[in-house]
């Protein structure tokens, strides 16, 4: 019975992807979003491009939001991936995976190739609201560029805050909050995230 269960789970996915693929690639043509070959979307993901900004999505990338049959890795929610201003720019590379994450710029997000994103990460380059009262009100009071350079590996729950920088090769550990600068080839983590290993990579 399990046998068969997964038999149909499988086909289902198959089909479901392979129709949500179709639906998000018309939408970015109609959008405007520059959506690179081969790319695969499990789950319909959020999709917003303000006017006179821009997204680009490399090829071989996949997007896995959740759906009412797929509870994979603990994805809580869908992927979503929005500007916020005119400006703003969001450019992913080429065979990078996404569970559940959320991409927002108000000025300039820049993921590399290969980059891995755990369930439910979340990457923005803004505030969103000034810290004091009086200046909550106005939106992105505070923004800077987020650049996550190639093979980078966000696992599970992290956020990537306005201004952060994350070196090739480099690992964050789960449930971690980036707020600045991580060298290229390291292993990091925590709340707000530091270096704890260099990584030999050869």
């Known amino acids: 019975m399990n046998r068969i269960f997964n038999k149909m789970y499988f086909i289902w996915n198959a089909v479901s992807s392979t129709i949500n693929t179709k639906f998000i690639r018309l939408k970015c043509t109609l959008i405007g979003v520059d959506l690179g070959k081969h790319s695969v979307f499990h789950g319909k993901p959020m999709l917003y491009k303000c006017n006179g900004s821009s997204i680009s999505i490399g090829e071989d990338c996949r997007f896995r939001s959740r759906i009412r049959m797929n509870f ?10 929005e500007t916020l201003t005119r400006n703003a720019k ?23 190739n290969n980059v891995m994103c755990g369930a439910n990460t979340s990457i923005t380059d803004t505030d969103w609201h000034g810290i004091y009262p009086n200046e909550r009100a106005s939106k992105f009071a505070k923004k800077a560029p987020v650049i996550i350079e190639d093979n980078v590996w966000l696992g599970m729950n992290v956020t990537i805050l306005k201004g952060s920088e994350i070196g090739e090769n480099s690992v964050i550990a789960a449930n971690s909050v980036v707020s600045g600068k991580i060298p290229r080839n390291s292993l990091a983590g925590g709340i707000p995230a530091r270096v704890i290993k260099t990584l030999e990579i050869n």
């Open 72 to 81: 994979q890795a603990g994805i809580m929610r869908p992927c979503t991936i």
């Open 90 to 112: 969001i450019q992913i590379g080429s065979g990078c995976g996404f569970s559940g994450t959320m991409i927002s710029a108000a000025e300039k997000i820049v993921i590399g």
